[in-house]
T-cell receptor, first 113, second 114 residues
Framework: QKEVEQDPGPLSVPEGAIVSLNCTYS??????FMWYRQYSRKGPELLMY????GNKEDGRFTAQVDKSSKYISLFIRDSQPSDSATYLC?????????????FGKGTLLTVNP | EPEVTQTPSHQVTQMGQEVILRCVPI?????FYWYRQILGQKVEFLVS????????KSEIFDDQFSVERPDGSNFTLKIRSTKLEDSAMYFC????????????FGQGTRLTVV
């Protein structure tokens, strides 16, 4: 089983739609969970991070972590064409030398005007 | 806004040649990382670096790879004898400290080995 699994899409939605992006993971040592946005041939840009289980909201973005199910989600409300990008989930453990990020493969999102 | 900068943006090299990829991390950050992304694949961790030494490395980071902080601002990744399969985007990242989760990534260097 892969450490982090993410549906690569592609996902195409109309402007204004609510978008749901998800990742599952197998490593129970993961404690920190992040969502990055990546435009074509650019570096990942951090959108949100959460520690352990729970929800975190930032503007139109909400990140959810369910550690019992090993499942994380990113919701985008009122999606805009400028949200079109690849969304990467990433996660890591804590303590020791556990600072490397393990990424999902990314979901390509297109928001159509 | 502070950012991680990488040079060059694109490097083409012949197989067997040495390449050095350069990064300037955010100035008050203490932990530095290299990741790579082969076209169509995941972003993969290569190495982390703190206090002038490697703190963690992946199995990808073999003897062909080395990292260095030659001065107070630059952080470099050297590939000694490039192979075709080294062709990828290489991303530098930095964080303020150990417990910080906000890793900031550079724009990447696209390495093409021919």
């Amino acid at each position: 089983q892969k450490e982090v699994e993410q549906d690569p899409g592609p996902l195409s939605v109309p402007e204004g739609a609510i978008v749901s992006l998800n990742c599952t993971y197998s490593n129970s040592a993961f404690q920190y969970f992040m969502w990055y946005r990546q435009y074509s041939r650019k570096g990942p840009e951090l959108l949100m991070y959460t520690y352990s289980s729970g929800n975190k909201e930032d503007g139109r973005f909400t990140a959810q972590v369910d550690k019992s199910s090993k499942y994380i989600s990113l919701f985008i409300r009122d999606s805009q064409p400028s949200d079109s990008a690849t969304y990467l989930c990433a996660m890591r453990g804590s303590g020791g030398s556990n600072y490397k990020l393990t990424f999902g493969k990314g979901t390509l999102l297109t928001v159509n005007p | 806004e502070p950012e991680v900068t990488q040079t060059p943006s694109h490097q083409v090299t012949q197989m067997g040649q040495e390449v050095i990829l350069r990064c300037v991390p955010i100035s008050n950050h203490l932990y530095f990382y290299w990741y790579r992304q082969i076209l169509g694949q995941k972003v993969e961790f290569l190495v982390s670096f703190y206090n002038n030494e490697i703190s963690e490395k992946s199995e990808i980071f073999d003897d062909q790879f080395s990292v260095e902080r030659p001065d107070g601002s630059n952080f470099t990744l050297k590939i000694r004898s490039t192979k075709l399969e080294d062709s990828a985007m290489y991303f530098c990242a930095s964080t303020v400290g150990r417990g910080t989760t906000e890793a900031f990534f550079g724009q990447g260097t696209r390495l093409t080995v021919v």
